[in-house]
């Protein structure tokens, strides 16, 4: 079955491409700071790394700027609606995040725009997610092996982590300029990909010169002199907020939604949510690393059971009106005027961006990477 026309592989697609883009790392366009950089005691790439091994953030808050110019068509912002996750949509465009870190159970992230604030809590094993355009919230209580936060990087800090699980012999590291971000002097280091089939040129990562955080991640596609994405601090304090700050005090008339409880460890066949996401196998390593994704013959993995909603594979997902659904039916419709390719790994459509690729295959497979499409074609046929 295509993956254009399966509902389980677009809910996913898009989150994971999103992912791609910035498992190498995220990116700035422009700089969020001006002025003389500052004369800070000469560092090593190896030393600046061991700082940034090193570093213990034991709390924090700031505001975080998000800028993505990755040369997308409309498809990114549909991410939210067609995988669930509004974090997603931090692909495109600018987006003004604020955050606080009080701990690895305390965490809480606002997302601010001209229509409103999203903001995603956790205190504890309790997680709320409050949208204040629809003045709704829901709560759901952790299980000790439950994932916290939505998984896009909305910090350097986050992003960083991902980079230096990058770094091999694939990776040339060096040190940059030093610079200031939000008011604080820092240390760069320069992440270059040897294997010239990356659409990476380089990932730059600022870190403070005295707390060893990132306070700035870029990444610059190849044969580009601005960076395609950015996550850049442009104000921080290193000071542990107070507990009030991860209290979710719901606003008058907020409904709310009380989620079913997570049972400790659940195997994928046995999730609730039966639009399960596929299979993932790796082609490659390190920068040209390709993800590839195999539909069974039903379009879902574990058999083609019906959704949570009664959905069979290949129908929509949800009732008339249902975001889930309209957003599929969007994102359907937009991969489906992608450019056709051929060759001798079969055919499909392309989507390309700034710094990766992803080839949909007319057999049900998706394979993506921060790789030229000719990479991608090499996976396919293998």
């Keep these: 079955m295509s993956v254009l026309k399966n509902r389980a592989v677009l809910r996913w697609l898009v ?38 091994r090193s570093s213990r953030l034991d709390g924090l808050s700031g505001t975080v ?28 465009g600018t987006h003004t ?34 949208s204040s355009r629809t003045n709704t919230a829901s709560h759901r209580t952790l299980s000790a092996t439950d994932k916290t936060m939505p998984s896009a990087p909305a910090t350097p800090v986050e992003a960083a982590d991902k980079a230096l699980a990058a770094i ?47 306070l700035r991640f870029e990444v610059l596609a190849d044969g580009a002199d601005q960076p395609a994405f950015e996550v850049a601090f442009t104000q921080v304090d290193f000071r542990t907020p107070d507990a009030d700050q991860f209290r979710f005090n719901p606003p008058p008339g907020v409904t709310v939604t009380e989620e079913k409880a997570s049972a400790p ?11 399960q996401r596929p299979d993932v196998r790796t082609v490659g390593t390190g920068w040209t690393t390709v993800l590839v994704a195999k539909l069974d013959a039903a379009g879902l993995t574990g058999g083609g059971a019906p959704s949570a909603r009664g959905a069979r594979p290949g129908e929509s997902a949800g009732p008339a009106g249902d975001p889930g659904r309209a957003g599929a039916d969007a ?29 949909l295959t007319d057999d049900g497979r998706v394979l ?15």
């Design 15 to 52: 989150p994971v491409t999103a992912g791609v883009a910035v498992v190498g790392g995220g990116a700035a366009i422009g700089t969020l700071a001006a002025g003389a950089d500052p004369a800070l005691p000469p560092r090593t790439a190896a030393q600046l790394l061991e700082d940034l």
């Design 65 to 92: 700027v998000q800028r993505a110019d990755l040369g997308l068509p409309p498809i990114a912002d549909l991410a939210g609606a067609a995988g669930g996750n509004e974090l997603a949509s931090l692909v495109t």
């Design 97 to 130: 995040v604020r955050v606080w870190y009080g701990g690895p159970d305390r965490q809480r992230i606002a997302l601010v725009d001209t229509l409103g604030e999203r903001d995603m809590l956790r205190n504890g094993r309790d997680v709320w997610t409050w």
């Design 168 to 214: 091999d012999p694939s990776t040339a590291v060096t040190v940059g300029r030093t610079a200031k971000v939000a008011g604080r002097d820092v240390y760069e280091l320069v992440l270059t990909p040897r294997d010239k089939d990356s659409l990476v040129h380089q990932v730059r990562v600022a870190l403070d010169a005295k707390e060893h955080v990132p």
């Design 265 to 275: 460890g659940p195997t994928r066949q046995h999730r609730p949510d039966a639009e």
């Design 331 to 359: 994102v359907a419709g937009l991969l489906g005027g992608l450019p056709k390719v051929s060759g001798d790994w079969g055919s499909g459509r392309l989507l390309t961006g700034k710094l990766f690729s992803v080839l």
């Design 368 to 382: 993506a990477g921060l790789v030229t499409p000719e990479r991608l074609y090499q996976a396919a046929k293998g």
